[in-house]
């Protein structure tokens, strides 16, 4: 998948533009959107708005998903996964002797030495 600003997005940006601007007198006073300039206007400056539109929020899901990328770079970080194993000498009994200390692993972000 190619990134979206390889993509070719054609629209009029005064189209767009003036789009919006009837959003804002709308978004002010409802009885804007009774008006017939203003129907006109957003009748024929939709389809440029929606490309535009479209534009802005795929520029921003690219921007969002690099984001997500260098945080998921550092949570596969070695450090971050890698185990903590820790061998304890053998407690002098006789299985512990045969087999070894016990041994104990933890994740490396978990800390039980702070108090609940």
Request: aromatic share 10%.
């Given at each position: 998948?190619?990134?979206?600003?390889?993509?070719?997005?054609?629209?009029?940006?005064?189209?767009?533009v003036a789009y919006e601007i009837t959003?804002?007198?709308?978004?002010h006073d409802v009885?804007?959107?009774?008006?017939?300039?203003?129907?006109?206007?957003?009748?024929?400056?939709?389809?440029?708005?929606?490309?535009?539109?479209?534009?802005?929020?795929?520029?921003?899901?690219?921007?969002?998903?690099?984001?997500?990328?260098?945080?998921?770079?550092?949570?596969?970080?070695?450090?971050?996964?890698?185990?903590?194993?820790?061998?304890?000498?053998?407690?002098?009994?006789?299985?512990?002797?045969?087999?070894?200390?016990?041994?104990?692993?933890?994740?490396?972000?978990?800390?039980?030495?702070?108090?609940?």
């Amino acid at each position: 998948m190619q990134p979206f600003e390889q993509l070719n997005m054609s629209y009029n940006i005064w189209n767009a533009v003036a789009y919006e601007i009837t959003n804002l007198l709308i978004n002010h006073d409802v009885r804007w959107e009774l008006n017939q300039w203003v129907q006109l206007i957003r009748k024929h400056c939709f389809l440029d708005w929606v490309e535009w539109k479209t534009e802005r929020t795929m520029k921003s899901v690219d921007k969002q998903i690099g984001e997500i990328k260098e945080m998921m770079k550092k949570e596969d970080d070695a450090k971050y996964v890698t185990p903590i194993i820790i061998e304890h000498k053998p407690d002098g009994s006789r299985a512990q002797d045969l087999l070894g200390g016990t041994l104990e692993i933890k994740a490396p972000w978990f800390d039980n030495s702070q108090p609940k």
